[in-house]
């Protein structure tokens, strides 16, 4: 069983005047900073509980994304902690990890290598991803032909190939069709049933 604790997250960003604050700030360590700080999370705690599913909501630069990139490790806080505990599943970015110019079948062999399956599990699972994507003789050709709902196809296959403990889901299921988008719902909805910790923002 998956659950999640945040406590006091923050984080900040350095913005500078110009190009040349941040090359005097690296090559004069000890000057006055020449950045400020820009805060786009203060203070943030919440738990999620083993089984529990929690959306975020927000308007578009609330800090949703960034909130979750923390929570998965691909960011850093500036303050605060996170604890997970179990696999971890997520989809953040589109294709987020995908090699272009590989074929969407190696593509899938790493980015299920990435969130802890091994080469052996993904050649097991390889025949339901490609059922469950339906992309067709497109999964041997290189990402870059794929249309945007051909990369979330395969994404969220290959992500949720495994029931994992955790799912973490940002906005990518709005791009593709409504039959596609019905089916992933479908399989989330199977995974809480099974006591998948869920987290999704809208």
Not at 23 to 32: D, M, V
Not at 135 to 141: N, S, V
Not at 184 to 193: L, Y
């Amino acid at each position: 069983m998956g659950a999640i604790q945040v406590t006091g997250l923050g984080k900040a960003y350095r913005q500078y005047a110009s190009r040349w604050g941040r090359l005097a700030e690296w090559l004069l360590p000890g000057a006055r900073p020449r950045h400020q700080e820009k805060w786009v999370l203060h203070d943030i705690s919440f738990a999620v509980a083993p089984g529990e599913a929690v959306g975020i909501v927000g308007i578009n630069g609330a800090g949703k994304s960034t909130l979750l990139k923390l929570i998965t490790g691909t960011s850093q806080p500036t303050r605060g902690t996170v604890s997970l505990q179990g696999r971890v599943a997520a989809l953040l970015e589109l294709g987020m990890g995908f090699h272009p110019d590989f074929t969407g079948r190696q593509n899938a062999y790493t980015a299920g290598q990435l969130i802890g399956l091994s080469a052996e599990d993904i050649h097991a699972l390889m025949p339901e991803i490609e059922a469950f994507a339906e992309i067709g003789d497109y999964i041997d050709m290189p990402v870059r032909v794929y249309s945007s709902g051909m990369q979330m196809r395969l994404a969220f296959s290959v992500a949720t190939c495994k029931r994992p403990d955790i799912l973490i889901v940002d906005e990518a299921l709005s791009v593709g069709d409504a039959y596609f988008q019905h089916k992933s719902f479908n399989r989330i909805s199977e995974f809480a049933k099974q006591g998948t910790t869920l987290l999704i923002v809208s």
